[in-house]
């Protein structure tokens, strides 16, 4: 079976006649076109949309990012839209690359972005390539053994005999002896995890440097059998100091195993598919980059649920979430983030701006804020967004700013001008001090 990969990007049109193919526009077998209409028809019944059909002869892709492999061997790169000029695919996956690690809080060894510019490869690779060398490193710290209790019948005495066991020997069998001893195996949770997210890249990787190391850590692993339940053993993962060096490789297994993904293809077919809407991946890129940025006596509360819109029958009802709460002090700040490009000299159009979400944060601003206080809409910096927009007024008392949020810097800009406790240089000491709040 032979495998293509095509890079597009987010809401991209993809067809089986033969074009031009660009970033906004591709080809696709149309054994592949069809299975991502069996796709998206199962993501409508979750209330997702991944593709739109459009005149039965193309595809628009809607704001996923990730990686789809489909049954045929087509390998599907989905990108972040958001570059508009210069080498946007490299760019592209370098930004999906950074968001993810961020807003998923896995582990890297390297210090900067050196790791992203070196290993210029899709997605699915880059995880896998970062998994093998976890495993690597662990490799040489040394994987963990336990003794572990086998009782059996031997015609040799080893370790204890079963003397109960033993006593109830039939005549015949008098010269086998029941035994229990112990044996150092490295049959361990943790140990079948790594391994059955090891055999997954071995059989998925088309990188010859990861193929090259992912099978000399398999030669490593023959002694360990793949796990028959995951979720039992990622429950059963040991946290204790003596199994501290595993815990770097362990979102990496999760994530190759499909057990940490905000949105992963599972069914019949056991491909590479991972998965991402780009709205929520944004908002946790923001929440991983404020958090490093307020105050250790700051907190931020992802997704708070503490107030109602309104009361019925003495009960509440339609419960208010914004994306991010921040509390310092007595003082608190609701912000929302929208994965959406304005246009700042676009006045007529109010800048791209939703009369929805106004409304949306108003009502934020009237149950978390008791109608006093400063609202924040975020969204990505571009060409045409650079700066804040002058602040929107509810009344005397409630304001609303729009910022944009510069992907690059990891930093919220003209955050000065408003009364948000975030500081444009933080430690390192206190960024570990601080601890997000909420869930």
Same mark, same amino acid.
């Given at each position: 079976m032979s495998q293509a990969t095509i =890079?597009?990007?987010e809401y991209a049109r993809l067809t089986t006649e033969t074009i031009d193919s660009s970033l906004d526009r591709a080809q696709v077998p149309s054994t592949a076109f069809d299975w991502l209409c069996k796709l998206s028809s199962s993501f409508s019944k979750s209330g997702a949309a991944l593709v739109h059909v459009e005149d039965r002869r193309w595809l628009c892709l809607d704001n996923f990012v990730g990686v789809?492999?489909?049954?045929?061997? =087509?390998?599907?790169?989905?990108?972040?839209?958001?570059f508009e000029s210069g080498d946007c695919v490299s760019e592209s996956r370098r930004l999906l690359r950074r968001m993810i690690q961020a807003a998923l809080d896995?582990?890297?060894?390297?210090?900067?972005?050196?790791?992203?510019?070196?290993?210029?490869?899709?997605?699915?690779?880059?995880?896998?390539?970062?998994?093998?060398?976890?495993l690597d490193h662990l490799v040489k710290r040394g994987v963990r053994f336990d003794?572990?209790?086998?009782?059996?019948?031997?015609?040799?005495?080893?370790?204890?005999?079963?003397?109960?066991?033993?006593?109830?020997?039939?005549?015949?069998?008098?010269?086998?002896?029941?035994?229990?001893h112990d044996v150092f195996l490295p049959?361990?949770?943790?140990?079948?995890?790594?391994?059955?997210?090891?055999?997954?890249?071995?059989?998925?990787?088309?990188?010859?440097?990861?193929?090259?190391?992912?099978?000399?850590?398999?030669?490593?692993?023959?002694?360990?059998q793949v796990s028959s339940n995951i979720t039992q053993d990622l429950r059963q993962w040991s946290n204790n100091r003596l199994m501290s060096h595993y815990q770097s490789v362990k979102p990496w297994c999760e994530l190759i195993l499909k057990k940490q993904m905000p949105l992963a293809v599972a069914g019949e077919w056991?491909?590479?598919?991972?998965?991402?809407?780009?709205?929520?991946?944004?908002?946790?890129?923001?929440?991983a980059t404020l958090r490093r940025a307020l105050p250790y006596d700051a907190k931020l509360t992802t997704h708070a649920a503490s107030e109602y819109l309104c009361t019925h029958n003495g009960g509440q009802i339609f419960r208010l979430e914004p994306d991010l709460l921040i509390q310092h002090g007595q003082e608190r700040w609701v912000l929302d983030t929208k994965w959406k490009r304005l246009d700042a000299a676009d006045r007529d159009n109010k800048y791209g701006l939703s009369q929805g979400d106004f409304y949306q944060l108003f009502a934020y601003g009237k149950k978390y804020l008791k109608g006093k206080g400063e609202l924040v809409l975020i969204y990505p910096r571009r060409m045409a967004f650079k700066k804040a927009l002058e602040p929107f007024e509810f009344d005397g008392e409630m304001r609303l700013w729009v910022l944009p949020f510069d992907l690059e810097a990891k930093s919220l800009v003209d955050h000065e001008a408003t009364t948000l406790p975030i500081s444009s240089h933080i430690t390192e000491e206190e960024s570990v001090n601080y601890r997000e709040v909420g869930t």
């Open positions: =890079t597009v990007r789809l492999e489909t049954p045929c061997g =087509t390998r599907l790169e989905i990108l972040p839209k958001h896995l582990p890297s060894r390297e210090v900067g972005d050196a790791d992203l510019e070196l290993f210029d490869a899709p997605l699915s690779e880059w995880i896998m390539h970062r998994f093998l060398q976890a003794y572990q209790r086998i009782e059996e019948e031997q015609r040799f005495l080893r370790g204890q005999m079963d003397i109960v066991k033993q006593m109830r020997q039939p005549p015949g069998r008098a010269h086998i002896f029941n035994i229990r049959d361990r949770p943790e140990n079948r995890l790594l391994k059955s997210a090891l055999e997954q890249v071995c059989t998925s990787t088309k990188e010859p440097e990861n193929w090259r190391l992912a099978n000399e850590l398999r030669s490593l692993f023959l002694e360990v056991q491909g590479v598919s991972l998965l991402f809407p780009m709205e929520k991946l944004f908002e946790r890129y923001v929440a």
